[in-house]
């Protein structure tokens, strides 16, 4: 098939808006969980994980997320899950854009300030989901995760991802993470979120013409809260 054809030049179309998505919603994740530090009313559960480790090792925040998701990823080899271009995109490209959102963005101190920025955040995060997972890459590493356990144990997404996730908090908070109201909110809103967002920026299968979104579990690992 030549790639001038129209159906050549719709798949290369939709090859290059899956590329676009995946790597501006991996950059937006990484700013809107600056957002969330900045805010400093809680973070997101891994956040919490990122920035208690940051308080320990005196590493930047990124830099932990960077370390920590290439360790979630080698967890992926007993359980036998298949990284894609998104899972390996996923531990570098947040990590740089979250340390140098920080660098840019100041503290905020104040409710009146505090709030409408930890808004933004998770927002902005759910957007972020919606977009790299659109994009068909692969799931990030922690959702891989999820569901590699799922899988093996044959225990639901919600409760795999909630065991995990409550682990993380509590890892997190006890080595100087940030846990708040932000977290909750986070915790309550993000699959909402991520649901409209996945529905926002679904993407066309350019040789189906039918609407496919994460066509596998990450979707599931984000939505079944």
């Given at each position: 098939?030549?790639?001038?054809?129209?159906?050549?030049?719709r798949?290369?179309?939709?090859?290059?808006?899956?590329?676009?998505?995946?790597?501006?919603?991996?950059?937006?994740?990484?700013?809107?969980?600056?957002?969330?530090?900045?805010?400093?009313?809680?973070?997101?559960?891994?956040?919490?994980?990122?920035?208690?480790?940051?308080?320990?090792?005196?590493?930047?925040?990124?830099?932990?997320?960077?370390?920590?998701?290439?360790?979630?990823?080698?967890?992926?080899?007993?359980?036998?899950?298949?990284?894609?271009?998104?899972?390996?995109?996923?531990?570098?490209?947040?990590?740089?854009?979250?340390?140098?959102?920080?660098?840019?963005?100041?503290?905020?101190?104040?409710?009146?300030?505090?709030?409408?920025?930890?808004?933004?955040?998770?927002?902005?995060?759910?957007?972020?989901?919606?977009?790299?997972?659109?994009?068909?890459?692969?799931?990030?590493?922690?959702?891989?995760?999820?569901?590699?356990?799922?899988?093996?144990?044959?225990?639901?997404?919600?409760?795999?991802?909630?065991?995990?996730?409550?682990?993380?908090?509590?890892?997190?908070?006890?080595?100087?993470?940030?846990?708040?109201?932000?977290?909750?909110?986070?915790?309550?809103s993000?699959?909402?979120?991520?649901?409209?967002?996945?529905?926002?920026?679904?993407?066309?299968?350019?040789?189906?013409?039918?609407?496919?979104?994460?066509?596998?579990?990450p979707?599931?690992?984000?939505?079944?809260?």
């Open positions: 098939m030549s790639p001038l054809s129209p159906l050549g030049g798949i290369l179309s939709t090859l290059f808006r899956r590329l676009l998505q995946l790597y501006l919603g991996l950059v937006l994740y990484g700013v809107s969980s600056a957002l969330l530090v900045r805010g400093g009313l809680g973070l997101e559960p891994w956040g919490v994980l990122h920035q208690g480790l940051a308080e320990r090792t005196g590493l930047t925040i990124g830099v932990v997320s960077i370390i920590v998701g290439a360790v979630v990823l080698l967890l992926w080899i007993p359980i036998r899950q298949k990284p894609g271009l998104g899972t390996i995109s996923n531990v570098f490209v947040i990590g740089v854009a979250m340390d140098g959102t920080l660098a840019l963005v100041p503290e905020v101190h104040g409710l009146a300030v505090q709030i409408p920025v930890m808004v933004a955040g998770i927002v902005l995060n759910g957007a972020a989901t919606g977009l790299y997972i659109s994009a068909r890459f692969g799931p990030g590493p922690r959702d891989g995760l999820m569901t590699g356990l799922h899988r093996l144990t044959g225990r639901s997404i919600r409760l795999v991802r909630t065991a995990i996730e409550v682990a993380v908090v509590a890892t997190g908070f006890v080595l100087g993470g940030s846990v708040g109201v932000g977290t909750v909110a986070y915790a309550l993000i699959g909402p979120l991520a649901h409209l967002f996945l529905r926002v920026f679904a993407i066309p299968a350019a040789d189906e013409g039918s609407r496919v979104v994460a066509g596998a579990s979707e599931r690992a984000i939505l079944r809260r």
